[in-house]
């Protein structure tokens, strides 16, 4: 029997003293609270902890309360990361806008290397010194344009015809003397192809510029510029029509397109890389 | 009570639409108990004040996200986060002082013009005792006795607010006076006469 009790005063001693805490906070149930209340009666060890727990309980809550020495309201320039991630987007469109342009770029010279390469010439030297000569030209003729481009609407098509003269045609003077007339004509030929239909469905035959979106107004441009090309000047007048009825014509025509193609598409890139970074100095 | 509640709502309605002026009264009313956890948690003023800081660059950010319950459990359970987090780089980076009583981190307190300058000294340091004892206790120890004593929060409102079971709150807040207790009977020489009689009762134990 005294072991018993014994036993259950541990074991009730045990249970209660693990309440004391929330005993001392109010938080037991009532019929808990009862037998805390019961068991400390009972309980010497029990009550002084109790007054152990009130006195560390006493003293947290005795610990100064200081304000703080400032206000932490927010005011709109701290708010603005929202402003800080328009920038960001801005900066990020920016960045991919001067990479399509970089990437054009390659396979613009890479198109246009391959064309040089394989077109058949009388002798290698000229035809490699007129390639490395317009490269250079007709990328910075485009250069040229794009930044006049959206500045004068009406300067575009003016523009754009030279652009696309210069990098479907070397320069005039050179013409003579380095290519054939049947080559010339290869290079510039008149549009049957285009108007047998090869030109892919997505570009616009002579879209009015003002109607279509900028994109398609620049390539309907450059193609109207292809046609125009064999007819302005020195050019057109030394283009043989025997060079018509030549099989590879054809092929080269399409070469010609996708180089059109991707020239304009390289100066529509180019024009938005260089209003974004305007943007993108104003924001800033 | 609940017309302060009903404001507190309509504030925040209005904070969620944008309305920073709205945001900044939820702010100004709870901007001292927001600092006062992260003073506890943290154990220093300038800590606590970039954590109050981030804790309402925080809330205004997500108060979109805000839906029905209350906004100050809400609230809290962000600020709880911020200090986690603060002390989760703190250990990463051990370089600054866990100590919190270097003197030019002290709050300034205004002197009890009943007591000598002795007697203050010695409360500042009874003061400085317990602070670190807090500090030195288990971070989850640590936040419910906070919240409990120097929150005033109800073991239910404790449970909530963490989102934990109340069982585990009433442990929690148990070891954490247990410890408590055991640190600052290390201190003894530093208790003042409502704490002393706890080294006499020790004694009386063994």
């Known amino acids: 029997m005294a072991w018993t009790g014994l036993f259950f005063t541990r074991w009730e001693h045990a249970r209660r003293r693990e309440n004391l805490s929330a005993y001392l906070d109010n938080a037991l149930r ?3 609270t009862r037998r805390v209340t019961a068991h400390l009666d009972r309980c010497p060890a029990c009550r002084a902890e109790l007054e152990d727990l009130r006195a560390v309980k006493a003293a947290v809550q005795a610990l100064p309360r200081p ?22 987007l801005l900066e990020r469109r920016y960045v991919s806008a001067r990479a399509a342009s970089c990437v054009l770029a390659v ?20 035809a490699v010194s007129t390639a490395t000569r317009s490269l250079p030209e007709a990328t910075s003729s485009l250069q040229g344009t794009t930044t006049e481009g959206r500045a004068a609407p009406a300067a575009v098509p003016d523009d754009r015809a030279r652009a696309a003269g210069e990098v479907s045609t070397p320069p005039a003077p050179a013409v003579g003397a380095i290519f054939t007339p049947t080559e010339l004509s290869r290079i510039v030929t008149p549009s049957p192809a285009i108007a047998a239909g ?13 109607a279509a979106t900028p994109l398609r107004d620049l390539q309907a441009e450059a193609t109207s510029a292809l046609h125009a090309a064999p007819l302005s000047g020195a050019v057109a007048t030394s283009v043989s029509p025997d060079g018509l009825a030549a099989e590879p014509l054809n092929d080269r025509t399409g070469l010609r397109v996708v180089e059109a193609m991707l020239a304009v598409t390289l100066a529509g890139t180019l024009t938005v890389t260089i209003l974004l970074r305007r943007h993108l100095a104003q924001a800033r | 009570m609940a017309d302060q509640h009903f404001d507190e709502l309509s504030l ?18 709870y901007q001292r108990q927001i600092y006062l956890l992260c003073l506890r948690m943290l154990g220093s003023v300038e800590a606590a004040e970039d954590v109050t800081q981030d804790t309402f660059l925080t809330a ?8 029905g319950e209350a906004f100050r459990p809400w609230l809290f359970r962000i600020a709880v986060n911020a200090c986690t ?35 203050h000294t010695l409360r500042g340091e009874l003061r400085r005792t317990i602070e670190q004892a807090l500090l030195r206790l288990p971070e989850d120890q640590r936040l419910a006795i906070v919240l409990c004593d120097v929150q005033g929060l109800s073991y239910e409102q ?19 006076r247990a410890r408590l207790r055991e640190l600052l009977l290390q201190e003894r020489e530093l208790l003042p006469e409502h704490l002393r009689h706890l080294k006499v009762r020790e004694g009386e134990e063994r």
């Not at chain 1, 090869?198 to 003002?210: I, M």
């Not at chain 2, 209005?14 to 100004?28: I, K, T, Y």
């Not at chain 2, 703190?90 to 002082?97: E, Q, T």
């Open chain 2, 158 to 176: 404790i449970a909530a607010t963490l989102k934990i079971a109340l069982g585990t709150v009433k442990s929690r807040i148990n070891r954490a």
């Open chain 1, 67 to 88: 304000a703080p020495r400032r206000s932490f309201t927010l005011t709109a320039p701290a708010v603005a990361p929202r402003q800080r991630s328009a920038a960001q």
């Open chain 1, 30 to 32: 009532p019929d808990e």
């Open chain 2, 60 to 67: 205004y950010q997500h108060i979109a996200r805000f839906r």
């Open chain 2, 12 to 29: 925040v309605k209005r904070s969620q639409q944008g309305d920073l002026a709205a945001f900044n009264l939820l702010v100004e009313a």
């Open chain 2, 85 to 119: 987090d603060e002390l989760r780089r703190r250990k990463r980076r051990p370089v600054l002082s866990l100590d919190p009583s270097s003197p030019d981190e002290e709050p300034f307190q205004i002197p009890d013009p009943g007591e000598g300058p002795e007697a």
């Open chain 1, 198 to 210: 090869e030109v892919p469905p997505t570009v616009p035959h002579r879209a009015p510029p003002t």
């Open chain 1, 107 to 126: 396979i613009l010279l890479l198109v246009l290397g391959f064309d040089f390469v394989t077109t058949p010439r009388p002798s290698p030297e000229p």
